[in-house]
């Protein structure tokens, strides 16, 4: 028998201007990302709690907004104002933070930023979801986050040559962000085309993200992963403190990007791989050695000493996002019913949002508090807690 032959269709326009879109805003996002926590601590005088706070509230802010942002879009059926909405928010936030000389300014800014960040990622998912063949949608956005993926590598490599460059002068090299993040506003108000009519069917249901009287309808199993993903979420405060430990440890302060740098990196390396461990042996396997990983960073962290521990951990820390991220999401799905998919999404969303800001706050306190060895022995605390939970949840599962 003949075997099938296929033809290889080069992926519509809008997608790789989305792609590169996403590559220029993460240059810039990651530079400031690499350099801030020092920048608010050393620079601005801000303790760790403060550094928590301003963290928590500004990743918490993304992941709220996320809920209602794809509803939005497909109320409104014009998905690239919205992106351009949430891209510009990010890029008019970039010289504040070289201008900021007060903790509250940055705080505003980043705030402001992650919730640009809210705003443009479902309507953008959406949108190349649009424009791509069903039969390309996969290509389509493994290669956006890809790109994605470059630019959170390039941003902290690049700050580290400027730091070198500019002799560690933290506020010339964040007004670099700047250029990066006007150039993906500008790709994607020339290069991205929106489908006809917006993007969606003129018949389609406008749909509610969170609907309170559906809740009974999600089952045991559901409330499990909710719970068990808020406990994992305690677990996985902010990266600026892996970026301040660092520093502790002598890491130069030219150098500090390279702590984002490299979790980025193995994160990249690593999510596909473990993407096909999910195909083959279900979500158990990754999600359980990715809170392996996280409680060997998190103790490597609290007991190990000098740079070389400090990097095997931040290693560590990202591959347990390679093995973790999206594999909750997964569970989701599982867990709720069809009709009932994005009420779930929207509550495991606002849930993680609010853990997220609890996580960051407590680390920065017992950083100040107590010590940063307490910062890592409770995060390792709390992912085996989670690991405990989600251990007990495959029998619930199966029944």
């Known amino acids: 028998m003949r075997a099938k032959q296929t033809t290889r269709k080069a992926l519509p326009p809008t997608v790789w201007a989305l792609g590169f879109t996403s590559l220029f805003m993460d240059v810039s996002s990651e530079l400031i990302h690499g ?4 920048f608010l601590m050393v620079n601005l005088g801000a303790s760790a709690t403060i550094l928590g706070l301003v963290e928590g509230m500004a990743e918490a802010a993304a992941h709220i907004v996320k809920v209602f942002s794809g509803w939005l879009s497909d109320t409104l059926r014009r998905r690239k104002a919205l992106a351009v909405l949430g891209y510009g928010l990010a890029a008019v936030t970039k010289p504040l933070f070289p201008l900021a000389s007060t903790v509250s300014l940055v705080a505003f800014a980043r705030l402001v930023d992650r919730i640009g960040k809210g705003i443009r990622g479902a309507p953008r998912d959406a949108l190349v979801a649009d424009v791509a063949p069903p ?26 040559g400027l730091m070198v ?6 506020r010339a090299v964040l007004w670099f962000a700047v250029i990066p993040a006007v150039t993906s506003v500008a790709i994607l108000l020339i290069f991205v085309r929106e489908p006809g009519g917006g993007g969606t069917s003129e018949n389609a249901p406008k749909r509610v993200p969170i609907k309170l009287h559906d809740l009974g309808g999600l089952g045991r199993f559901y409330w499990l992963v909710v719970g068990a993903g808020a ?5 996985r405060f902010s990266e600026a403190f892996l970026v301040i430990r660092a520093f502790g440890e002598g890491l130069p302060l030219a150098l500090a990007p390279a702590v984002i740098a490299v979790m980025s990196i193995v994160f990249a390396l690593s999510a596909y791989p473990a993407g096909r461990l999910q195909d083959h042996f279900g979500a158990w396997p990754p999600l359980l050695a990715g809170l392996a990983a996280l409680i060997a960073a998190d103790l490597l962290l609290a007991f190990g000493s000098g740079l070389v521990s400090v990097f095997l951990a931040i290693g560590l820390w990202g591959l347990h996002l390679g093995l973790t991220q999206g594999v909750l999401s997964a569970l989701v799905a599982h867990a709720a019913p069809a009709r009932l998919r994005g009420t779930a999404f929207g509550v495991f969303g606002l849930t993680v949002g609010v853990a997220t800001l609890v996580a960051s706050v407590i680390a920065g306190i017992l950083w100040d508090a107590v010590s940063p060895e307490a910062t890592f022995l409770a995060g390792a605390g709390f992912a085996g807690a989670a690991m405990i939970v989600f251990l007990m949840m495959r029998p619930v599962e199966q029944a």
């Open 231 to 235: 406990i994992f979420t305690l677990a």
């Open 135 to 160: 039969e390309q949608r996969g290509a389509a956005f493994g290669l956006r986050q890809s790109l994605d993926t470059v630019g959170a590598t390039l941003g902290p490599l690049l700050a580290i």
């Open 165 to 170: 460059l500019f002799d560690d002068d933290i």
């Open 35 to 38: 350099l801030l926590p020092l």
